[in-house]
């Protein structure tokens, strides 16, 4: 098979590209990639960490604010159909897939225009622009969410879930115990996002030390910008990063969060209780409605930001660690929303796309 992937801007985006990359790979070893990405975010750097042929495009979002701007975004998009049309011609894929970021939009639009199959994935509840303006463009869509399904057109959306959830169950676990935990107590993981993270890493920050006795362990992740060296309790480790945190899951009992896609595919992929903190500075506060999804299905606690407080917090770990009943069924919901192998689904049905007449 060969597949031209594009996918940018943010983990949300790549992560769940990678893994179908992964899993083509291991379905058919010989197949050939060229994934296509901006020019100056962070797939420029993960991507051919992975050993996968990389290639940039200049190009930048629009920005509704700042209309001068947009100016030179029009222009890179135009420049960049007619570099694309030559690279996408020159490599001739079987099929163009794409996972949402603005660069998704001229690498999917010039290959439907240039007669090749094409393949999109929507990972939030609430559609991405350049996916929603793809919309006529594709020949089939993937949604993460059951909700999202009424987002796209019916005759050619699936729902698939989100392919960070397989890389969570396949990877290699790391037992709490390297990290110095004690295999006889529970782990709670608090862990937030890079964006807008900083209101609650100060508060996280300020009550720690309300946490010193308690008879369960934290493993608090604060992000590489927000880390400084700080005196640990014996029950609480703080450390700026951990490398492939979903290995650890098996092993983690409450996950604190943000409730990007991605981590909302590996809670239910693990089937780890959390309490989820939607950030409120995303597009169309669209973590909420993520979470909301796991909320109604009783698959997790959602606590706001704005209603953050201590004493709230305390309370929805204390409800979870101490109601054996509510966590078992907290997991038993968690195991119902799973939807199997979602990269399989994606395989299957990128095949079956590619083998239409």
Known sequence: MRVIVSAGGTGGHIYPALAVINKIKRQEPKSEFLYIGTHNRMEKDIVPKEGIPFLSITMYGFNRKKILQNIKTFYYLIKSKVQLKKIIND???????GF???????VISTAHKLGYKTFIHEQNSVAGKANLALTKKVDLIGVS???????????????????CGDKAITDKKIRKTTLGF?????????????????????FIMNNLNKFKNKNYEILYITGKN???????????????????LASLFSDVDILITRAGASTLSEIIACKI?????PSPYVPNNHQYKNALDLVKNDAAIMLEEKDLTFDALNCN???????KEYYLKMKKNLEDMQV???TKIIYDNLKKLIDRK
């Not at 770990?317 to 109601?323: E, G, H, T």
């Open 273 to 277: 209780p959390s309490i989820l903190i």
């Open 91 to 97: 490599f001739k894929p079987d099929i163009v897939i």
């Open 340 to 342: 199997g192998s979602s």
């Open 226 to 244: 927000n880390y400084k060296e700080c005196n640990n309790f014996k029950n609480i480790k703080v450390v700026p990063y951990i490398d492939n």
């Open 100 to 106: 949402g970021g603005y660069i998704t939009y001229p």
């Open 145 to 163: 969410l059951k909700s999202s399904l009424n987002l796209f057109p019916k005759d050619k959306t699936i729902f698939t879930g989100n392919p």
């Open 317 to 323: 770990i204390d409800k979870l660690l101490n109601s």
């Open 182 to 202: 004690d295999p006889k107590k529970k782990l709670i993981v608090i862990v937030m996002g890079s964006l807008g993270a900083e209101n609650v890493h100060q």
